[in-house]
């Protein structure tokens, strides 16, 4: 056999094949511009939202699902005396701010504002059962209803920082009411002392809407 018969055979082979269809295409596509565009905002929008409300990635700042706060040691001493309002602002800050924002405004629908609102300015004895134990259930504030759940500071801040709070809140903005003194709080303490359970809105409203 001589070389052109070869190539004559190679040819042959290869007009075969020819005749064989294309592999399909279908699948191996670039994806389309659009969906690198949806993840790309997808992606921007998620930073947003941890970065807006996702506190200090700590637990304890997520109030809704937090669980009851852990209990003071037996050592721990107050801080010293200092501004009720200066320090009531920090522990705001440290505590408060992620769910009630740094304006206290609050999330509409999720938490409620602290500005411009009877529950913080109206009696104070209502604010300081609010803080030392607690509140639950559904609660209209500012025309809004809420629905969920705050945990009570009981365990956790002293009386004069708990006055703190209660005074930094009644007097923050818009807010004008007089402040709450430690021993306010103490006596609170004192007369909840059993109570084990959070306040809901109706044990809260008429006997203590005029305060003590």
Same mark, same amino acid.
């Given at each position: 056999m001589t070389d052109r018969d070869l190539d004559r055979d190679v040819e042959r082979m290869h007009r075969l094949l020819y005749r %064989?269809? $294309?592999?399909?295409? +279908?699948?191996? %596509?670039?994806?389309?511009?659009?969906?690198w565009v949806l993840v790309a905002i997808t992606l921007f929008w998620g930073g947003w939202y941890l970065g807006r409300y996702g506190g200090t990635f700590d637990a304890s700042a997520h109030l809704a699902f937090a669980g009851p706060p852990r209990e003071l040691p037996d050592e721990r @001493? $107050?801080?010293?005396? !200092?501004?009720?309002? +200066?320090?009531?602002? #920090?522990?705001?800050?440290? &505590?408060?701010?992620?769910? &009630?924002?740094? +304006?206290? !405004?609050? /999330?509409?629908? @999720?938490?409620?504002?602290? @500005?411009?609102? !009877?529950? /913080? /300015? *109206? #009696?104070?004895?209502?604010?300081?059962?609010?803080?030392?134990? *607690?509140?639950?259930?559904?609660? !209209? /504030?500012?025309?809004?209803?809420y629905t969920g759940f705050m945990p009570g500071w009981e365990a956790l801040l002293t009386d004069e920082e708990l006055a703190g709070v209660a005074t930094f809140l009644r007097q923050w903005q818009e807010n004008d009411a007089p402040p709450v003194a430690p021993e306010d709080v103490a006596r609170v303490r004192a007369e909840t002392a059993d109570r084990v359970e959070p306040w809901t809105a109706p044990e809260l409203t008429d006997p203590l809407e005029d305060g003590p």
């Open positions: %064989e269809p $294309a592999d399909p295409g +279908e699948g191996r %596509e670039p994806a389309p511009w659009w969906l @001493v $107050a801080p010293p005396p !200092e501004d009720l309002v +200066e320090l009531g602002g #920090s522990l705001y800050v440290r &505590h408060c701010q992620t769910c &009630h924002q740094a +304006e206290g !405004e609050g /999330v509409p629908g @999720v938490f409620p504002p602290v @500005v411009q609102t !009877e529950w /913080v /300015v *109206g #009696s104070p004895d209502v604010l300081i059962r609010i803080l030392l134990q *607690g509140l639950e259930g559904p609660i !209209e /504030v500012a025309g809004e209803l």
